[in-house]
């Protein structure tokens, strides 16, 4: 029996996993805790939010440590999988508040309430089958020269932008809980998803709907920042993955090994767009524009994978090609709900 709380279900990765698990034999129940920052929106769970007989949707901010607790309790929460967080690095720089008080004080009010929840308090002994899995990111790792090899869970973390000194320091109260009561708590570092339902100020969203307004498309710098893409789909996968075979006090590398320059994937994406909908004028590489690099911007990130590959056999069903023609129709199936949002690129 799985009581499974996910959080940020609302948001772009929490929604496609919602929609990925939600059917699966050994859930008996599965709430969504997410407050609807500017992020989440809950037109992602169509289908299910409101129908689905096992969700439970609860608006519930993780700052609030009461009602975090309350939702545990209610709902005899046994499975954690906790993605609510602030996510864009551009809003981390000019504004890091939140990213201090949801993603580590969020983080906090969460490890406490299943520890509340799931230990005896005369005994502090365990007293339920449990798990908690902390996704996080290869942002965490800091950057790397384009000799380095790829990051491996053994990396120490030296994360540069407030986002990411967030999530290195929620990683780090995860990894102290398990050390130091025995939280059965995991955590996975993952590199850059695309796919459907993302909202509109990151990468390939700004892409998608700067080509269909024929406005120029904004590349930082001299766009030669590496990413490693992964679909949304096999990241969901892999997280499920590590919830149901992962080991408690482990941490798990995700990643696409689909390292590609900036320019080159919004190069990409303009070809495919150009291909799928030739109405809007072709050559939609002309719309790049090169602008002012963000402050302290990594210049390079990419995930080894080899140990989720060789103990949990989890690989990318997707291939970039594949996922990214998929991807793409998909915004131009949807441009409709495509939020205006025209803000900065986010990585
Ligand atoms: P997102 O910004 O699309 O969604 C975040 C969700 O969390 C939103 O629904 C928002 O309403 C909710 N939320 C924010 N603050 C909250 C709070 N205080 N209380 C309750 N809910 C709150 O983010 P995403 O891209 O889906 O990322 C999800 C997780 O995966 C994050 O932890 C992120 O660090 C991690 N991650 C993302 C990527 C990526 O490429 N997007 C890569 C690796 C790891």
């Not at 930082?220 to 490693?228: K, M, Q, T």
């Not at 006090?249 to 291909?275: A, F, K, P, S």
């Not at 989890?314 to 709900?337: I, M």
Request: glycine fraction near 8%; include cysteine; aromatic fraction near 8%.
């Amino acid at each position: 029996m799985m009581n499974l709380l996910i959080t940020g279900g609302a948001g772009f990765i929490g929604s496609n996993l919602i929609r990925q698990v939600i059917d699966q034999p050994e859930i008996t129940k599965l709430v969504n805790l997410d407050c609807l920052t500017y992020a989440g929106h809950l037109e992602n769970l169509e289908g299910i939010h409101g129908i689905h007989p096992r969700y439970v949707f609860e608006q519930v901010d993780l700052r609030d440590k009461a009602e975090v607790l309350r939702v545990i309790r209610q709902h005899d929460i046994t499975h954690v999988m906790h993605l609510a967080a602030e996510s864009h690095v551009d809003r981390s720089i000019a504004a890091p508040a939140d990213f201090i008080t949801t993603n580590i004080n969020g983080t906090f009010h969460l490890l406490e309430a299943c520890r509340a929840h799931w230990f005896d308090p005369e005994t502090s002994i365990q007293n339920r089958a449990s798990k908690f899995l902390h996704v996080s990111t290869d942002e965490v790792y800091g950057s790397l020269g384009p000799q380095d090899p790829a990051f491996t869970e053994a990396t120490p973390c030296a994360p540069n932008s407030p986002y990411s000194a967030s999530k290195a320091a929620s990683d780090m109260l995860v990894r102290s809980y398990h050390h130091t009561y025995g939280l059965p708590a995991i955590i996975t570092r993952c590199s850059n998803n695309y796919g459907p339902c993302q909202f509109p100020e990151k990468l390939i969203p700004v892409i998608i709907q700067s080509v269909l307004n024929r406005q120029s498309i904004p590349v930082y710098g001299d766009g030669l920042n590496v990413r490693d893409w992964l679909h949304v789909g096999d990241h969901c996968q892999a997280l499920w993955n590590v919830l149901t075979s992962g080991k408690a006090g482990e941490t798990y590398n995700i990643g696409g090994q689909n390292e590609l320059t900036n320019l080159h994937l919004v190069q990409q994406i303009c070809d495919v767009i150009d291909e799928l909908a030739p109405a809007l004028g072709g050559n939609s590489r002309s719309l790049i524009t090169f602008v002012p690099d963000r402050p302290g911007h990594d210049r390079r990130y990419a995930m080894n994978a080899e140990k989720i590959q060789s103990e949990l056999g989890w690989k990318p069903a997707h291939t970039f090609e594949t996922g990214v023609r998929e991807t793409v129709q998909w915004y131009l199936n949807n441009v409709n709900g495509m939020r205006d949002v025209r803000l900065h690129v986010s990585l």
